[in-house]
């Protein structure tokens, strides 16, 4: 991420999961795999995924095949990314598009944190809120 970013520009966040290669997951035909990966960030209100046709041709080709997409409609501000598979995939970049304090004035620029998740194997959760086919038990 950037020490600061410039309203209404495109910027990067970097995700780095590393992991043991060496660990594997039960993969759908029930024998032992690669692990997926998966990672979301949080960002303040305002900023959100940034658009095909801003993205430079650099960023469009580190994101190529990755997709990153919104949590929801309502929350544009977090990113989703995953499963995908992890031995190709132990670096996301996350294209995000800043806001524009010119054409939303709730918008102020200050010091904002990020927050950054990731998540390595299996039992991750659906950007719809559904739990993947192997975390479907919980604890009472």
């Avoid at 990067?12 to 997926?36: C, F, H, M, R, W």
């Avoid at 919104?70 to 132990?90: A, D, M, Q």
């Avoid at 010119?102 to 918008?107: C, H, L, M, T």
Wanted: aromatic share 8%; charged share 20%; net charge positive.
């Amino acid at each position: 991420v950037p020490q600061a970013v410039l309203p209404d520009t495109v910027f990067e966040a970097v995700v780095n999961i590393p992991y043991d290669t060496k660990v594997q997951q039960v993969t759908a035909s029930g024998t032992p795999g690669p692990l997926n990966v998966g990672a979301v960030v949080i960002l303040p209100e305002g900023f959100k995924l940034a658009p095909k046709g801003r993205m430079s041709d650099e960023l469009k080709a580190k994101t190529k095949g990755v997709f990153v997409q919104p949590y929801s409609k309502t929350r544009p501000n977090i990113l989703v990314v995953g499963p995908i598979l992890g031995e190709k995939n132990r670096e996301v970049t996350f294209p995000i598009l800043a806001p524009d304090p010119a054409q939303d004035k709730s918008v102020h620029y200050l010091n904002y944190p990020i927050y950054v998740g990731a998540n390595r194997g299996r039992g991750q959760v659906y950007p719809s809120g559904e739990k993947s086919n192997n975390n479907t038990f919980t604890s009472t």
